[in-house]
């Protein structure tokens, strides 16, 4: 880091020098200033008070019409993403506010509004169509399987939006904020340039051209650049604090004498042709423990699509109400801890502590405090067991829980199911029979159902 630092002064000390050196060979101040010149001018600025309200100005417009067009452009992207009808309205409108020459809409707007907050309009303009698209780019790649995980374990809208979409969004609003701050202080300056606005940063510059003070033409684009600069850093730092947030646990808790009996009786379920299953009864009153055994392919995962509501019977009745599941394919916020997957689940009476008591039991507590992302996939499959277990519900789905496990973290694994789900149903998949003895689990051959 001070490698850096250094090399980065000593890059800035060579240009200086070079920018001194064709200022003496030019040796004309109306053609170029020297920095040193350039110093002395922005220096001399600094002991005025109009200087920082210029400054002050500048800045309160731009930064108005940036903070406009990032609200609005967030909430036109989130309301495009629910409704297809809206992006396709909105999608001309933003391709034409992006290809219009910011000069065509600076006249525009000087003859409807005047000079007076010319770059709140010009900024929200050129920043609008960056922030919704970035924003909308970002809606589409959140997790559609977490989606389904978080709807099924209850989250609450606001704790889908900071769980679910956020992490989506995030680095695309970003990146969208990065370009449009720089965008919003060229246009929104050079707006208040054209347009003369009284006590702005752009009417300064505007002077300067004037009279060919190429020195105080200069320091005023330094004093620009600079807070560009300031500006992102500061915005940049904001929505990064807002993104490093802290991980609630949910504000639910079910006691057992609250539970309901599960209902899954005459199920029929078929994908165009291929019929899966007909009239499939699960007596949850005949045991508490069932494993549903068959070959790949023949519709087990799909029987717990069916209870959790993601999918939907041809006939028959299901009455399941709170469910939690662990899909065969691992569903996480990857670049997040292990321990964090498990708290955004997790009832808000369990402490950090207590899940890591249980969860040590099948994972190594350093591990806990680990991304995701470097987790192999023995482990992802007992964490997402584990969220399942956490999750509060009358009814605990495992699709294939024992998948890829070797006999001692099967053998552990299946003691915590066990016990976590004392007081509660249980049903899993898989291939063997004889996994149902580890859970003490009532077979259903799902293919010789009929």
């Known amino acids: 880091m001070k490698n850096k630092t250094v090399k980065n002064i000593v890059i800035i000390a060579i240009w200086l020098l070079i920018w001194q050196i064709l200022s003496l060979v030019i ?34 417009m731009i930064f108005l019409g940036f903070f406009l067009a990032t609200i609005l452009g967030i909430i036109l992207s989130g309301l495009s993403y629910k409704y297809g009808i809206i992006e396709d309205f909105l999608k001309p409108l933003m391709v034409a506010i992006k290809s219009v020459p910011v000069a065509s809409f600076v006249v525009i707007l000087l003859i409807w509004f005047g000079s007076v907050r010319l770059s709140v309009y010009i900024a929200f303009l050129i920043v609008l169509p960056n922030i919704y698209v970035a924003t909308l780019e970002g809606l589409g790649h959140h997790d559609k399987n977490f989606k389904n995980l978080a709807g099924i374990c209850k989250l609450q809208p606001v704790d889908q939006i900071k769980y679910l979409y956020w992490p989506a969004v995030y680095p695309y609003l970003v990146s969208g904020m990065k370009t449009s701050i720089g965008l919003a202080w060229k246009s929104g300056v050079a707006a208040e340039v054209i347009g003369m606005s009284k006590n702005t940063l ?33 915005v940049i730092f904001l929505v990064e604090r807002l993104g490093n947030h802290h991980f609630k646990p949910l504000k639910i808790s079910y006691k057992a004498k609250e539970r309901s009996l599960p209902f899954f009786s005459s199920v029929s379920k078929s994908f165009g042709e291929n019929l899966l299953f007909t009239d499939l009864t699960i007596d949850f009153k005949k045991a508490k423990n069932y494993m549903l055994v068959a070959p790949s392919g023949v519709g087990k995962s799909t029987v717990l699509s069916l209870m959790t509501g993601i999918e939907k ?16 394919d691992e569903i996480f916020l990857e670049n997040y801890t292990a321990l964090e997957n498990l708290r955004i689940f997790t009832p808000v009476k369990t402490s950090d502590e207590e899940i890591v008591k249980i969860a040590s039991k099948v994972l190594e507590k350093d591990a806990l405090c680990k991304p ?13 067991v584990l969220r399942a277990l956490l999750c509060p519900s009358d009814l605990v789905l495992l699709d294939e829980p024992f998948s890829g496990l070797d006999k001692a973290n099967k053998e552990a694994l299946s003691k915590l199911i066990l016990e976590l789900t004392k007081d509660r149903y249980l049903l899993f998949t898989g291939h063997y029979e004889a996994d149902a003895d580890l859970l003490n689990a009532e077979r259903i051959n799902l293919w010789k159902q009929e």
Do not use: H
């Not at 002395?40 to 005025?48: E, G, M």
């Open 27 to 60: 040796n004309n101040s109306i053609v170029l200033a020297g920095p040193l010149n350039v110093f002395i001018a922005l220096i001399k600025n600094l002991f005025s008070l109009q200087f920082y309200l210029r400054i002050l100005n500048s800045t309160a």
């Open 202 to 234: 752009g009417e300064r510059l505007y002077v300067s051209k004037v009279y060919l003070e190429n020195d105080e033409l200069f320091a005023w684009t330094l004093v620009v650049v600079f807070l560009c600069f300031a500006f992102e850093k500061i």
């Open 313 to 328: 019977p041809d006939s028959g009745n299901i009455e399941i109400k709170n469910v939690s599941i662990a899909f065969q």
């Open 372 to 384: 995701v992302s470097e987790f192999s996939g023995g482990m992802k499959r007992r964490l997402s």
